[in-house]
């Protein structure tokens, strides 16, 4: 099989209507994870199977027993947290705790999502395939989510849980590459870019060596009248012009066409650092808007959904009502974004087999398999990325610890203290409404401090910490308050919230300033692997720890380890400014190889030319 690839593509530039429909995108997917996949989904899911399930050592009914009629008292549920029998669903010879069975299914869930990412990842960096999988997959998810509240056994609805979960990591992958691809194209960033461009050509010319910088990178989306350098001395001026004006420095001397040599690399040195540092800053005010748009979305519905249930007094049936709404929303919200988004195409990517014509299916497998090739390749050569691999490593870890949070939370309220259905919706409303609050306020605190993306996670890494440590302690010491009324989860929820949503927003966007550009979709699949790679994790061993001791508080002591973990590895193995610089290597050695491959395929059409003629 040969591989060759179609010359770069002009990117065009971002529009603001463009970047609300990626956020109409977060709106859209989020209110999946906020009401379903972390809520609404566990429990129903829990109930079907303490439904078909029995009593631990009997053959009694669980839906008989407290464990499973919702209470309208926290005193009385308190009093049966520590005597209540466990429910178990068997399967054949095997029986599971029916809140370990949600956390095993969870595992199986992103085990899968991780084999897709892989299959699909570097696949959507070529041609129009981002936003193609984008909406294909958005599609499957909304309607397997849909599905979930119609169907009448545990195992159908696990099923299909499990498709839309999939369903979702696959599509994100797709929304997350989009991030650097639009803020690189907003337009006051690419004219310094241009500009920047035209004085390395100036540079270049005056010293008569080819001089590497992150302009580079930007030279194959630029058009041969952007490079003109008959125009380079007028494009220099505006440069120099435009940097004074926001820098506040005497330029005035540099302008005339024997400016200094040194003088004018000082320059470009400053203005690319300051370029690099704008669009970071730009990069963490998108994303954490989207995860502000995202938890506005799933704030919405949760209200929604909270009417709901207080209206309908059947519990089961309000849950999946919430689920199949949460489908619906995702589907409606995710075309608005499938109709305003750009496709912003990569390299057409071209599988050949020595000129053998092959169906569809064949052509699917190759791609698939050029997917896994390459997120090998990348891999292998994780040594040119130390930075973004260390972070991905700290990610691996991050990322389980707060989704085994999120996950066990409701588990945790449901089967040991008891909540009612209204206090469980009230509980997974208050996480995205402090989640939107702290998306919103810790940019703001980051300029007041004026930390840069790496201090600002190490902050939010260190505050996050705190919550395994408060439960550790109550398994340590008898004076420490166990967790054990609903007033304690309910602060704990909130301190929680408010930090996970700058989390993921500002991990989001530190990682997006390491992808090196024409690899986006390649790089948030690794993103993706390693968060879904390691969230089997996490809801396994909670599962394994419940089945072991009866008693799901014991997990703290596990969640401590992996939260952390991540803290050593971004201190000492996160460096923003040489991770920056490798990305931008990785880039032009990237298409220096795609052009050589392009060389290399027109050498071999012409020799495959004369051979023709040669015969006729």
């Given at each position: 099989m040969r591989v060759s690839f179609s010359p770069a593509p002009v990117e065009p530039a971002t529009t603001k209507k463009e970047i609300w429909a990626w956020y109409s995108y977060a709106f859209a997917s989020e209110a999946y994870v906020v009401v379903a996949l972390t809520s609404f989904i566990p429990i129903t899911l829990e109930a079907l199977a303490s439904e078909q399930g029995h009593l631990y050592g009997t053959h009694e009914p669980c839906v008989v027993h407290p464990n499973t009629t919702d209470t309208t008292t926290l005193g009385a549920a308190a009093a049966l947290v520590m005597e209540r029998p466990r429910c178990m669903i068997s399967f054949g010879h095997l029986e599971v705790d029916t809140a370990s069975f949600v956390m095993y299914l969870t595992s199986l869930a992103v085990f899968l999502q991780a084999l897709t990412v892989v299959s699909i990842s570097s696949m959507?960096?070529?041609?129009s395939y981002r936003k193609k999988q984008l909406i294909i997959f958005s599609a499957i998810g909304a309607i397997a989510t849909m599905l979930i509240g119609a169907v009448p056994h545990v195992w159908m609805a696990g099923a299909l849980s499990v498709i839309a979960n999939v369903s979702f990591g696959a599509g994100v992958v797709c929304f997350n590459a989009y991030l650097p691809l639009l803020v690189r194209n907003v337009d006051r960033l690419r004219h310094r870019q241009e500009l920047l461009v035209q004085l390395e050509k100036q540079i270049e010319l005056q010293s008569g060596q080819p001089l590497p910088t992150v302009a580079a990178e930007e030279e194959s989306s630029l058009t041969d009248a952007d490079l003109d350098i008959e125009h380079g001395a007028e494009a220099v001026q505006r440069?120099?012009?435009?940097?004074?004006?926001?820098?506040?420095?005497?330029?005035?001397?540099?302008?005339?066409?024997?400016?200094?040599?040194?003088?004018?690399?000082?320059?470009?040195?400053?203005?690319?650092?300051?370029?690099?540092?704008?669009?970071?800053?730009?990069?963490?005010?998108?994303?954490a808007k989207g995860f502000a748009s995202g938890y506005f979305g799933g704030i919405l519905l949760l209200l929604i959904c909270l009417f709901i249930s207080y209206r309908d007094k059947s519990s089961t049936r309000s849950l999946k009502v919430g689920i199949f709404l949460s489908g619906l929303w995702w589907f409606i919200f995710a075309a608005l974004a499938g109709v305003w988004l750009k496709q912003r195409p990569g390299r057409e990517l071209r599988l050949e087999?020595?000129?053998?014509?092959?169906?569809?299916?064949?052509?699917?497998?190759?791609?698939?398999?050029?997917?896994?090739?390459?997120?090998?390749?990348?891999?292998?050569?994780?040594?040119?990325?130390?930075?973004a691999f260390a972070f991905l490593i700290s990610w691996f870890f991050l990322s389980d610890g707060y989704t085994s949070i999120a996950n066990v939370a409701l588990l945790f309220a449901k089967t040991s203290l008891q909540l009612p259905q209204t206090y469980l919706i009230l509980l997974s409303l208050e996480v995205p409404i402090c989640a939107l609050i702290g998306t919103l306020a810790f940019p703001k605190l980051q300029r007041a401090l004026d930390y840069n993306q790496k201090q600002m996670v190490l902050l939010l890494l260190t505050m996050l910490v705190m919550v395994p440590v408060y439960g550790t302690l109550g398994l340590i010491?008898?004076?420490?308050?166990?967790?054990?009324?609903?007033?304690?989860?309910?602060?704990?929820?909130?301190?929680?919230?408010f930090l996970i949503g700058a989390v993921q927003s500002f991990c989001r966007s530190m990682f997006a300033d390491l992808v090196p550009r024409g690899r986006e979709s390649e790089f948030f699949g690794l993103y993706a692997i390693t968060d879904k790679g390691s969230s089997w994790l996490g809801p396994l061993a909670v599962a394994a720890i419940t089945d072991a001791t009866h008693e799901i508080r014991h997990a703290f002591i596990f969640l401590l380890v992996?939260?952390?973990?991540?803290?050593?590895?971004?201190?000492?193995?996160?460096?923003?400014?040489?991770?920056?610089?490798?990305?931008?290597?990785a880039s032009v050695e990237l298409q220096q190889s795609q052009v050589a491959g392009e060389h290399h395929e027109q050498e071999h059409s012409g020799e495959e030319s004369e051979r023709l003629l040669s015969t006729a």
């Open positions: 959507a960096d070529y041609g440069a120099l012009l435009s940097h004074q004006e926001e820098a506040g420095t005497d330029i005035q001397d540099l302008l005339g066409t024997e400016d200094s040599l040194e003088r004018k690399k000082e320059l470009f040195t400053e203005m690319s650092e300051q370029l690099r540092e704008d669009r970071g800053h730009l990069m963490g005010q998108i994303s087999d020595r000129g053998q014509k092959h169906g569809s299916l064949w052509v699917a497998s190759r791609y698939v398999l050029y997917s896994w090739s390459r997120v090998g390749a990348t891999i292998v050569q994780a040594r040119k990325l130390p930075s010491l008898p004076f420490w308050p166990h967790l054990s009324s609903a007033r304690e989860l309910f602060a704990v929820a909130a301190y929680f919230g992996l939260l952390s973990l991540p803290l050593p590895i971004i201190y000492f193995g996160v460096d923003m400014n040489q991770g920056r610089l490798d990305a931008e290597k």
